[in-house]
Structure formats: C-alpha cells, structure tokens
C-alpha cells in the first residue's frame, strides 16, 4: 500500500458526461501529479500541483481540468467524454523538493474510466 | 526531446533463468532514473531510484544499475511470482513530473 487513495476504482459513464476523480495524497505529501494509462500509449502525464498551486502541465485536453485543495487532496475533471477518454488515471504523490529521497513518486491504485 | 525506450516490449522466462531488461534514455540532463513494478490494473510500485552513473542497488532477486545512457534491470533466479511490468521513468529536475518509457511485460513460467 503506497498510502495514496484514489476514488472511485471505477467509473462508466457515457460520451458527453463529465465526470470527478478524486486523490488523497500521502501524507505530508506536497506534490500531486495526474497520469493516463492507455492501452497503447503507456503512463502519459497531464498535470502537475505543488502545495494548492499548478506546476506543470503535460498532455492534457483543454476538456480536462484539475485543482489541488488546501487540505492537499486533488480532485481531476474529464468533461466533454469521449470514447477515446477511456484509460487508467493514476494519481502519484512526492513530497517535496528539498532532496533526492524526497522526489520518489507514489502512486495510487487508479480509476479506471470506460467511457460508452 | 526527451526519450526512454526500454527493450524487450516482452520477455518470457522460465523459473530461474536470469535475464536482464534495459532502459536507454535520451535526455537534457538527469536528475534520478526510477524503476516501478506494475501488475495488471493496479498502480506502478516503486522499486528503486538511481542518481548517478555507476550507482547499484538490489531487492530481493532484482538489481538496478545505471550509466550515462542506460539502465539494466536484473533479475536473478526469477519466480512466477516476479511476472510483472516493469517500468522505467526519468526525472529531469526536481519536483517535475516523470518520464515514462513503455515498459518490459515480464513472463515467469514455472
């Protein structure tokens, strides 16, 4: 157990829905970050939060959108689905950037979105 | 741009019979490289991290090492057990996110 919850675990929903997936991260975890897991494209990252405020951005949609709550828990917004949305989202966590050993990212056990 | 390729896509092996899985990578400049294990449907599981050439570390059957343009994976006496994909990911400055390469699927067959 990586100690990072994700929820749900699983999500179907049809195109055009919006859905929220939710990541408590580690605690004393300062940094969330937001992958997707295709079957053909492997771990690709979306975005980035460092302590409440956005701090990278990767492949995301502009249909998609993320925030990281004072508490530190961050909560990932699909709109707009469609069936190509369809994956794994993986929540990871680190804590901070003051040294190396702090940089290992943790990941949470996903939610696995089927978009019909 | 910044790569990570990993060979083989696939590697069956039977029971014992060691092997290793590579990870080469293209980038400006790195600050850590990561080895995750990742089992069907379920979240990457941290394995090791490796900061500089020449650098080694073992678990259990596994041993990571790393130089200036790749990183091997070894595994030693392997048991159906270790059937897993296993994923190498780069770090290119602190607190940013990881680069990912796509990962070796490994067979065990007892």
């Known amino acids: 157990d990586s100690g990072v919850t994700q929820t749900p675990k699983h999500l179907i929903t049809a195109t055009g829905q919006r859905v929220t997936l939710r990541c408590s991260p580690r605690?004393?975890?300062?940094?969330v970050y937001w992958y997707q897991q295709s079957l053909d494209q492997g771990l690709q990252f979306l975005i980035q939060?460092?302590?409440?405020?956005?701090?990278a951005k990767g492949n995301i949609l502009e249909r998609f959108s993320a925030q990281q709550f004072p508490d530190l828990h961050s909560e990932l917004n699909l709109s707009s689905l469609e069936l190509g949305d369809s994956a794994l989202y993986f929540c990871?966590?680190?804590?901070?950037?003051?040294?190396?050993?702090?940089?290992?990212?943790?990941f949470g056990p996903g939610t696995r979105l089927l978009v019909l | 741009e910044d790569q990570v390729t990993q060979s083989p896509e696939a590697l069956r092996l039977q029971e014992g019979e060691s092997s290793s899985l590579n990870c080469s990578y293209t980038?400006?400049?790195?600050?850590?490289l990561f080895w995750y294990r990742q089992d069907p449907g379920k979240g990457p599981e941290f394995l090791f991290t490796?900061?500089?050439a020449g650098e080694e570390k073992e678990k259990e059957r596994l041993k990571a090492t790393l130089t200036k343009k790749e990183s091997f994976l070894h595994i030693t006496a392997p048991k159906p057990e270790d059937s897993a994909t296993y994923l190498c990911?780069?770090?290119?400055?602190?607190?940013?996110?990881?680069?990912f390469g796509k990962g070796t699927r490994l067979s065990v067959i007892a």
């Open positions: 990871a966590s680190s804590e901070n950037p003051a040294g190396k050993d702090q940089e290992t990212q943790y």
């Open positions: 605690s004393g975890d300062l940094s």
């Open positions: 939060y460092y302590n409440g405020e956005e701090r």
């Open positions: 980038v400006s400049g790195l600050r850590g």
């Open positions: 490796l900061y500089s």
């Open positions: 990911a780069v770090l290119i400055s602190g607190n940013t996110p990881l680069v």
